[in-house]
């Protein structure tokens, strides 16, 4: 392969990765988000929740995508079943953060908020999330970055991203191909940590 | 007496989990004056004070705010007609001094210029520098300077009950003596009904129109400073001789 052929694949699959990772964890947050807020104010639907959450974060990834393969709709081979299963990985760490955030509102000033005569969603949005926005975010980043790594596994069932790299160099024992894949996803992770960590820190600050 | 009472317990009881924390309350609170729920950690006076804006509903019997009863009134207009200081960590963290002072307006709509004028207005009464102390958040604060702005939170929609839940515990002696002298002040500033809870006697003696000593669940007696004083109510003596106050 010609140099600039290597170079122009490695963007194109790059541009892939993102994409795949950010359908995802969008999706997760959008999920897991209601989900965590409405756990934390409903503690009898926690233990299921987070439950269900907990037991798909221990399926191995390969084996959850190879699952997700025949199941109609949302199976099959390519992308739209690779982000079903990095959104179920997706969910656990928001969830956990969401409600980690919000549970750790001092009681205090949760009814100093209803006492000001502060109705359900103004506790909310006035005070538990902004209040919760770094747990939150934690749990963001903390899904970004492990998605960064597992999308790379999605190129198996031919979702694309940095993984076909590293899947043809498997398959060629070829360690610069190898690399061509796993470098630019590392570097994506890192380069996602970073970021969603100065965001939190902007948001301690103030 | 036939206008109504600001606030009126109306043989109120509340038992929670089995245990009884007020027994057949009753208490009038006229408009304007302040009334002291005095009486140990444990006695209900806090239970009693969260019933008068509707956090808590009585077991029995019925709360009464300006002659209707808390129950049958829209609970956020309660809330916002009594103004509530609790002991230090009332004040929202995430919130600028300004934004604390200035929520209840907020949340009432008034328009920005109005909400602006208001606070600065109110942290002066409170005696703290707006244009100093506006933009800080909590955290920057002393104790004292924190209780100033719950209180001007407090006074900030000019509800017509204020509500106090021993809002000077937390204070070193020093600040809580200077914060009772400006209470004073304010109380003839600003014509306002309020009930206070507190444990502490000497603070009760200083702040009350009339104090009702809560004992148990139960008002033990209710009565003028100067009379409390002199009175032969078992527990009123043994409060007042804990704190020192007996000759």
């Not at chain 1, 969910?91 to 001092?106: E, F, H, Q």
Request: hydrophobic share 50%.
């Amino acid at each position: 392969m010609m140099r600039s052929d290597i170079a122009q694949q490695m963007a194109e699959l790059t541009g892939e990765h993102v994409l795949l990772v950010l359908i995802s964890v969008g999706i997760a947050v959008a999920l897991a988000l209601p989900a965590g807020i409405w756990i934390a104010h409903r503690s009898r639907a926690r233990p299921w929740l987070t439950g269900f959450a907990n037991v798909v974060q221990t399926i191995p990834s390969l084996a959850l995508f190879g699952f997700l393969i025949p199941i109609p709709l949302i199976g099959g081979i390519g992308a739209r079943t690779a982000t079903v299963a990095l959104v179920l990985y997706a969910l656990l760490p928001v969830l956990r953060g969401t409600l980690a955030g919000i549970l750790s509102v001092d009681g205090a000033i949760r009814e100093s908020a209803v006492a000001m005569g502060m109705n359900g969603w103004q506790l909310l949005t006035m005070v538990e999330l902004p209040l919760a926005a770094r747990n939150i975010l934690a749990g963001i980043r903390v899904a970004t970055v492990s998605t960064i790594g597992t999308a790379t596994i999605a190129a198996a069932i031919g979702a694309g991203g940095l993984g076909v790299f590293i899947f043809q160099g498997i398959a060629s024992v070829d360690t610069t191909q190898i690399l061509a894949g796993a470098v630019p996803a590392a570097l994506l992770a890192l380069a996602a940590d970073g970021l969603l960590g100065l965001v939190e820190r902007r948001l301690a600050a103030t | 007496m036939s206008a109504p009472a600001a606030i009126e317990f109306d043989r109120v009881s509340y038992v929670r989990g089995g245990s009884t924390i007020l027994r057949d309350v009753s208490l009038r609170v006229e408009p304007g004056e302040t009334v002291v729920l005095l009486g140990r950690s444990g006695a209900g006076k806090s239970t009693a004070l969260r019933m008068v804006n509707g956090l808590i509903q009585p077991s029995s019997g019925r709360v009464l705010v300006n002659g209707v009863a808390t129950g049958a009134q829209d609970a956020i207009r309660l809330k916002r007609c009594c103004g509530y200081v609790i002991q230090e960590i009332g004040l929202f963290p995430h919130f600028t001094v300004e934004q604390n002072v200035g929520l209840v307006p907020r949340l009432e709509g008034w328009p920005a210029a109005r909400i602006a004028e208001r606070t600065a207005e109110l942290l002066e009464q409170v005696g703290l520098d707006p244009g100093e102390y506006g933009r800080r958040y909590p955290r920057d604060l002393s104790g004292g300077q924190r209780q100033r702005v719950a209180i001007a939170r407090a006074l900030a929609a000019d509800p017509a009950i204020l509500l106090f839940d021993e809002p000077f515990g937390a204070l070193d002696p020093i600040t809580r003596a200077e914060m009772q002298r400006q209470f004073l002040e304010l109380r003839g500033s600003v014509h306002k009904t309020a009930l206070f809870v507190t444990h502490d006697v000497r603070e009760a003696l200083r702040l009350a129109s009339r104090i009702a000593l809560v004992d148990s669940g139960r008002v033990a007696v209710v009565c003028r400073p100067e009379e409390f004083r002199r009175t032969d109510n078992a527990p009123a003596r043994e409060i007042l001789a804990a704190a020192g106050e007996l000759p």
